[in-house]
């Protein structure tokens, strides 16, 4: 079982749209989570840090769900600039990448 | 600052020739790491870097060797390579180690992206 899961998608919305995408984790000892943003043939880029208590950055939201070992990501009002590839990361003494959620924001 | 930077961005290999890849780091960074992304697999942890002169395997080590005997830089080298190492490398370092709890991040250079023939 891979350490770190994410539905590949893709998910294709209209500008506008809220997006969703969840992402499972193995290890219940797993205590840093993250979310990162990689361009199409770019480096991954950290988008944010997901904490135990939930946080918002504008219009990016995440959860962590501790007793379902999930972290989710919410997208409200989605730009074509939020097309992406969306990775979760899971540290866990070493960083451990899910294969990433593929959003493509349609005008 | 530049950050981190990678050279070559791109390479052809024959199987069996060698190569080395380098990445350097502005940021005074003890962790460094060398990573390869290929489709539908995500990144994987090649080898890593807890400070100058030390070097440790990652989750796919066969087939690369790797030194680290400036700080700044980390170097990935392939002896022989193989169509199988055909990939995207990515390097990255980070200020802490990524311990449990840690929320310092990795921050990654821009990739080279190698194709063995």
New interface residues.
């Given amino acids: 079982r891979k350490e ?1 899961e994410q539905d ?1 998608g893709p998910f294709n919305v209209p500008e506008g749209a809220t997006v969703a995408f969840n992402c499972t984790y193995s290890n219940s ?4 989570f ?1 979310w990162y943003r990689q361009d199409c ?6 988008l944010m ?1 997901v904490y135990s208590s939930g946080n918002e950055d504008g219009r990016f939201t995440a959860q962590l769900n501790r007793a379902s070992q999930y972290i989710s990501l919410l997208i409200r009002d989605s730009k074509l600039s939020d097309s992406a590839t969306y ?1 979760c990361v899971v ?5 451990y ?4 959620t593929s959003l493509t924001v349609i005008p | 600052n530049a950050g981190v930077t990678q050279t070559p961005k791109f390479r052809v290999l024959k199987t069996g020739q060698s190569m080395t890849l380098l990445c350097a780091q502005d940021m005074n960074h003890e962790y460094m790491y060398w990573y390869r992304q290929d489709p539908g697999m995500g990144l994987r942890l090649i080898h890593y870097s807890v400070g100058e002169g030390t070097t440790a395997k990652g989750e796919v080590p066969d087939g690369y060797n790797v030194s680290r005997l400036k700080k700044q830089n980390f170097l990935l080298g392939l002896e022989s390579a193989a169509p199988s190492q055909t990939s995207v490398y990515f390097c990255a370092s980070s200020y802490t180690p990524p311990r449990g709890g840690s929320t310092d991040t990795q921050y990654f250079g821009p990739g080279t992206r190698l194709t063995v023939l």
Avoid: C, D, H
């Fill in positions: 770190v590949p000892a797993s205590q840093s993250f043939r770019k480096e991954p880029k950290l840090s990775l540290n866990m003494e070493k960083f990448f899910g294969t990433g």
